[in-house]
């Protein structure tokens, strides 16, 4: 009793928060007219959907979507495990109490500010890059589409990273030290250390934030894709994702129901996902699987 | 992006059971309250400010139509976005608002109701506007919208550095169009190499559409009510056709036109990307001048007002508008969720015929938001602050709102010389056939969506001249027809023809 009682906050705003709108999926499907109300409007089937599939925009932001967190996800994790170790080898000297808060301060910038700072780079008049790194052939950055997945990637990595190593410097922190005394003592390297002991027992964390990471992989970093690349539409090839997309498309028509078509087809599609990830994780190894 | 539709979602659950809840309470006798959406400029008004306005303007309204006032200034560049907001969430009361989005966006959605039954109430406010001014209000027979009285097209001005355009020895008087213009730049652009010849008027637009699609351009391009940037389908030259216009001839050579002043170094580069306008960058002794549009007569007091810094400025007058349904894009209609809509009405009528009413909105409460000096001519100028009070700083004010609100002719300052040109150009611009033609795109609701996808993917960086159109254009045409523009014209042209049969 005392267990659910002390789950009753977090389960009451779980279902006030994220249970009780669902019943508004049925406007995805609905033809909205306010007079009429909701239940009143007229039913139209899956035409609300349609506009995500017209064009070939469809395919590049699926593309970029997909693209893109994969990526992410792979050199998320990648970055953020070694950072994590790394910062581990250095143990609790001044210098890790220093580069916490920095590795961790550009995940706390706005993405428009971060907006700011790339165009500060990047502007071709008297930006940083074309000043200072190429004088002699000036690029004008937001006309030329290929740069982008390298200038975002770069600057989701410089904005994510820190902040993702926290979990996994955490999980560190709770491996046994008796593991490495052990190791030690039988005259292990550092490097025999992290490489048998540290990224074993980081695995299971891994799995978890991989699988949380696949639920999203239809979700983008608005921001992100949206601010950065400063909205032009030269840029759209590289930097269209589902979510830019819905909102380029349905800003101007405040279509509730076509916004709730995009919402519930991301969704529907990260659930399949997860559960499509989670499957082949039971079938490797069942031990780490989600549920 | 998820949990704010997810959150539109939850909050239109709740403005359900609020609007039920409410339904019960309409007052049948008294005092309505009416809540007014108004979009201003630059600096918002103060809560104690709104608050102090609201209270005088209750005072003068209850006794006269029953009505207390309730203010809703919104920051206009975000008014659409912030106007459908509040509209989808529906748990706050919108009596009146701008439709600014298009008319038949807001019919169809059952967000505005007709004004049908309130016809008597607002019969004043349409007697003094003619039924010829309200032409773009009706959509199928029904009265939807008030339009915001005012010169509904521009004349459109090149403002300019006097003491640069003096050094190039040109005359101004002689620009009289777009294409104009180009010596001018060019002759400051060898000059004064490191300043632009021509900025923004607003972010990522130089106004080398908007100022080139009038009848200087020698052609009558009707937009049939979308704008150049959400066109999908025109009519170019009064040939009852309707025609996708970025394919059209009239399109190419203004692109083609920013594209070469791009190249010559006359535009400012990477417009289409930079938040830079042209008159911070004058008053920083970086720019030349912009081109842009305004209802009202161009004066030196007008021109050196301070928006362009220390500069002198001068200007030419290189372009006029046709008038066409767009023009009646500001204009005022009442919520679907409008608790007492006939005392909305009564009200509108008096923001078309009220003075007071309308001054006291624009211009706040005399004393505290403004003061009326020695010798003030009501018809010709503005009040002043009060000693030591700028626009930024005083509890209300809504002047610069003046070009979009009620009645313009009313307010202090518009009544004389304005009043004159304004209507001046409402009597004598170029109208276009079609006026008053609404179309209604719930058909292609889809193809819309998607076209204006396309467009914002090309359109910018096409009109900023940063894209070659003889690469960009073919595929920017291709893709436009990819994803649908045929279609809504050919649903447009239908509608059209049905319109045009209507009338003979």
Known sequence: MPFFGLMAPALIYIFINNYLPMFGVFIAFKNINYSKGIFGSDWIGFKNFEFLFKTKDAYIMLRNTLGYNLLFIVLGIVLSVSLAILMNEIGKTLLAKIAQPIIIFPNMISMVIVAYIGFAFLNSQTGFINKSILPGSPISWYSKAQYWPYILTVVHIWKVTGYGSIIYMASIGGIDKELFEAARVDGASRWRQILHITLPLLKPTVIIMVLMSISKIFNSDFGLFYQVPMNSGVLYKTTQTIDTYVYRALMEQSDIGMSSAASLFQSVVGFVLVIVANQIVAKVDADNRLF | MKRRFVSTLLAFVMAMVFVVSQTGMASGEGVSTVALYYPVYFNMPSEA????????????????????????????????????????????????????????????????????????????????????????????????????????????????????????????????????????????????????????????????????????????????????????????????????????????????????????????????????????????????????????????????????????????????????????????????????????????????????????????????????????????????????????????????????????????????????????????????????????????????????????????????????????????????????????????????????????
């Open chain 2, 49 to 504: 400010g709104i608050a102090n306005v609201e209270a005088a303007l209750d005072k003068y309204l209850e006794p006269k139509i029953g009505v207390h006032i309730k203010l809703h200034p919104l920051d206009m560049f975000q008014y659409t976005d912030q106007i459908n907001l509040v509209l989808s969430a529906g748990d706050e009361q919108v009596d009146i608002f701008m439709p600014m989005a298009g008319l038949s966006n807001y019919v169809n959605k059952g967000q505005i109701i007709a004004m049908d039954d309130y016809v008597k109430e607002l019969a004043p406010a349409i007697e003094l506007m003619g039924e010829e001014f309200m032409k773009s209000s009706y959509i199928n027979g029904s009265l939807y919208s008030l339009p915001v009285y005012k010169a509904n097209t521009f004349q459109w001005y090149f403002m300019c550095r006097k003491d640069l355009a003096d050094e190039t020895g040109i005359d101004l008087s002689t620009i009289k169009s777009v294409q104009d213009l180009e010596p001018l730049l060019e002759a400051v652009h060898e000059k004064h190499p490191e300043i632009y010849p021509l900025g923004p008027t607003n972010p990522n637009d130089f106004q080398l559409v908007a100022a080139a699609d009038g009848p200087e351009c020698g052609v009558d391009i009707d937009y049939l009510g979308d704008n150049p940037d959400t066109c999908t389908g025109a009519v170019i030259g009064n040939t009852d056709k309707v025609e996708n216009f970025y394919a059209s001839d009239a399109f190419r050579e203004m692109v083609e036109r920013a594209y070469s002043w791009n190249q010559k170094g006359l535009l400012m580069p990477e417009a289409s990307v930079s938040p830079d306008i042209a008159s911070d960058l004058i008053a920083a002794g970086r720019c030349f001048g912009s081109i842009i549009g305004y209802g009202y007569p161009m004066s030196d007091a007008m021109a050196n007002s301070g928006t362009y810094g220390d500069y002198t400025m001068t200007w030419a007058e290189p372009a006029t508008d046709l008038m066409q349904s767009s023009a009646f894009n500001n204009q005022f209609s009442i919520g679907y969720n409008s608790a007492d809509p006939a005392a909305a009405a009564r009200l509108m009528n008096l923001l078309w015929t009220d003075e007071y009413v309308v001054n006291t909105i624009i211009y706040g409460l005399e004393g505290e938001d403004y003061v009326i000096p020695e010798g003030f001519d009501p018809i010709n100028s503005m009040p002043d602050y009060p000693e030591g009070m700028a626009a930024e700083t005083v509890p209300y004010q809504a002047r610069i709102s003046c070009g979009c609100f009620g009645n313009n002719f009313l307010m202090y300052g518009f009544m004389g010389d304005v009043k004159d040109f304004g209507m001046n150009l409402i009597n004598n611009s170029r109208k276009s056939q079609y006026l008053g033609f609404l179309y209604d795109g719930s058909n292609c609701k889809t193809e819309i969506t998607a076209v204006n996808t396309v467009i914002k993917q090309y359109y910018i960086s096409l009109v900023t001249g940063e894209l070659n159109p003889a690469d960009i254009l073919p595929v920017f045409i291709e893709e436009l027809e990819d994803a649908g523009i045929n279609d809504i014209i050919a649903d447009k042209q239908a509608q059209l023809d049905a319109w045009l049969a209507a009338r003979k």
